[in-house]
């Protein structure tokens, strides 16, 4: 028995890789999976074969001969299922729906003003349940739910603290799973914006990036030699409470002179409605600053003075390769930018600089989402039973 249960577990770890390569290397041939994985041709093709009536992976005709028959390609059936991704903002929620390669379906934002947790967790819920009910008829349906919160969640997905929500212990996984019956991942919004970026943003190509998500808060995420770097209990990334200030005014954290009292959207909003009125919202700020007004301008460039304050530390701290600015802000890069550029060039050390890249995301505001739905993805083709079998 323990043999039979052995090689049913090689089994699968084979059937995993041979997936893998068919979803990130499509159109591939049999041949050229065996050659890269080091399995036999006859392995190979009895697993691809099980893919395919599994609906997971599809024929798609002959590729070109390297001088013999030509191969028969493959290529990973996105469309057999579809994940739920989901960015949890303190004002706002954005959901995707997506196939199983990340290509968004379909999108829905809501507004909210956090009137009480669970309000807005019933949102999110009518949120979900909408993108649900229009997702196309797929042969595994929806696969899983991925959220990402402002906030520390520990493994069991209860969103352990979420100062700019002032939400405590709300255990959103086993709400959403007890709603939807569906695989549901948590995670930090930070985080779920790095893997967005590596996977499908300005990251696909670097090992070690720092995503810096600026929103009411600001958060990061840490990718260290393409993994996700967690820390030793998982809170890692809370770099938006980095003291710059070592006297500055309370944060919500406890905490004084926090990096996101100054360099967060928040930070700007507050500022330009003691300067121009309660009224003002940030895209009119983005419209005035195109339109030339210095003085919006300025409070711009002086946004971007202290992002780079904050960027020098983490330059400094982790040596990465990029770093990567995402949120609604990349809107304001034209103005941003220069002034963030000074201060590096000034306060952070020559040589983690030297190789040093920093870019606005891509993904403007879908870093999260993306991510986000990819954890769901990614769950699903690591669960023993669902992944590769299907009656």
């Known amino acids: 028995m323990k043999q039979t249960g052995d090689l049913n577990l090689v089994k699968k770890i084979n059937k995993s890789i ?15 999976i065996a050659e890269i994985t080091g399995l036999t041709k006859a392995t190979v093709s009895s697993l691809v074969n099980e893919l395919i009536e599994s609906s997971l992976v599809d024929e798609i005709g002959v590729g070109e001969s390297s001088g013999g028959r030509k191969p028969m390609m493959l290529l990973f059936n996105g469309t057999a299922g579809y994940a739920i991704g989901v960015d949890l903002g303190v ?7 997506t196939d199983l390669t990340g290509k968004v379906v379909r999108e829905k934002r809501v507004n ?28 595994y349906g929806i696969i899983g739910i991925g959220i990402g919160v402002p906030g520390i969640c520990d493994e069991d ?3 352990l603290f979420a100062p700019n929500l002032e939400w405590e212990n709300v255990p959103l996984q ?9 695989p549901v991942v948590i995670d930090n919004e930070a985080n779920a914006g790095a893997v967005g970026e590596k996977q499908f943003g300005a990251g696909r190509e670097t090992a070690n990036l720092v995503y810096v998500s600026i929103g009411i808060g600001i958060g990061a995420g ?11 209990t998982g809170f890692s990334g809370e770099i938006g409470h980095i003291s710059i200030q070592h006297d500055g005014p309370k944060c919500r954290c406890g905490s004084l002179g926090c990096w996101e009292l100054y360099a967060s959207e928040h930070a700007l909003l507050e500022r330009a409605r003691q300067e121009f009125g309660s009224s003002i919202t940030l895209e009119m700020l983005l419209r005035k600053a195109e339109a030339g007004d210095a003085a919006i301008i300025a409070l711009f460039e002086r ?34 930018m220069k002034p963030l550029l000074q201060l590096l060039e000034k306060r952070s050390l020559p040589h983690p600089r030297k190789l040093l890249n920093v870019a606005f995301s891509e993904l403007s505001d879908r870093s999260t989402v ?9 769950k699903f083709f690591a669960s023993t039973t669902v992944s590769v079998e299907h009656n």
Do not use: C
């Open 112 to 139: 909210h003003d956090n009137p009480s947790a669970q309000e807005v967790i019933d949102l999110l819920k009518a949120t979900i349940r909408d993108l649900i009910n229009g997702a196309p008829e797929s042969v």
């Open 18 to 32: 041979v997936l893998h390569h068919i979803r990130t290397d499509s159109p591939i041939s049999r041949a050229r």
């Open 157 to 159: 997905g209860t969103l």
């Open 303 to 336: 946004l971007g003075y202290f992002l780079g304050v904050g960027v020098v530390n983490i330059i400094n701290s982790y040596n990465p390769e990029f770093v990567i600015l995402g949120g609604r802000l990349a809107g304001a890069e034209k103005w941003l």
């Open 91 to 97: 004002h706002d929620i954005l959901a995707v729906l």
């Open 222 to 232: 840490i990718i260290i030699k393409g993994e996700l770097y967690r820390g030793a």
């Open 370 to 378: 993306l991510g986000a739905a990819s954890f769901a993805v990614t």
């Open 174 to 182: 086993k709400y959403m799973e007890e709603t939807f019956h569906i």
